[in-house]
């Protein structure tokens, strides 16, 4: 499974790089905003950090203007991602970056179908919403399922990005239904690394060890 961050404060996607677990980053609209910064300063200081796929997010809602802003947000980095919704004129920007050789990522994905015609548009992710599902009373990981098995039967390449992650629940669910990638809150990447065992157990091996005799000098 490849482990992306969800976030634009480039203060949190230097420290996960520096764990060396960090594959991609994901932004949104939101984060960016959260920031406080410009969508093109930010994303260039992040695809100056990370290697790997980072996407960035269109603001506009049709064809042509979707057209304009992917190819200068794909201006930025040889690394960028264009984040395109999935409404009518997103499929068909997205059809058309595919054939220029522009990645894509497609965004707001709340069904199997949904995801079916964004694979057939030749997206390169898809991102189903887990949490946001969950927070209106449906299975999330159900529908990351159903995409998995649907783009299974007929051999699609588009890569399965769980988004809207909220907890490692989410993450072990990812890990076993075999979606290629996960997209997480910083907070979450320490979750998943947390656990009480191993805290009680250091601590019981370093007081062990303070008993360990030293070695005499010969
Ligand atoms: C994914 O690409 C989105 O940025 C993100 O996961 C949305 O998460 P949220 O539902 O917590 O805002």
């Not at 965004?107 to 995801?115: G, K, N």
């Not at 991102?127 to 159903?146: I, N, T, W, Y």
Request: charged share 20%.
């Amino acid at each position: 499974m490849k482990l992306f961050i969800d976030t634009a404060d480039v203060k949190e996607i230097r420290e996960a790089a520096a764990m060396g677990l960090l594959d991609g980053v994901t932004t949104n609209p939101s984060l960016v905003a959260a920031t406080g910064r410009d969508m093109r300063s930010v994303l260039q200081e992040i695809c100056s950090i990370v290697d790997g796929p980072v996407s960035g997010e269109v603001l506009a809602t049709t064809y042509k203007e979707i057209m304009d802003e992917a190819h200068d947000l794909a201006a930025i980095a040889p690394n960028i991602v264009v984040k395109v919704p999935l409404i009518e004129d997103g499929l068909r920007a997205v059809k058309t970056l595919t054939g220029e050789g522009i990645k894509t990522n497609v965004t707001l994905c709340f069904s199997p179908i949904q995801a079916v015609l964004a694979a057939k548009a030749g997206a390169t992710y898809i991102s189903p919403f887990v949490g946001r599902l969950d927070d209106v009373g449906h299975e999330g990981m159900e529908l990351v399922a159903q995409i998995v098995e649907a783009y299974a039967n007929y051999g699609y390449k588009t890569e399965v990005l769980v988004a809207s992650v909220r907890s490692p629940l989410h993450v072990l669910e990812t890990i076993r239904i075999g979606a290629h990638v996960a997209t997480l809150p910083f907070k979450v990447i320490h979750q998943l690394i947390k656990h009480p065992l191993t805290d009680v157990g250091l601590a019981r091996f370093l007081a062990d060890a303070a008993k360990i005799p030293a070695a005499k000098k010969s």
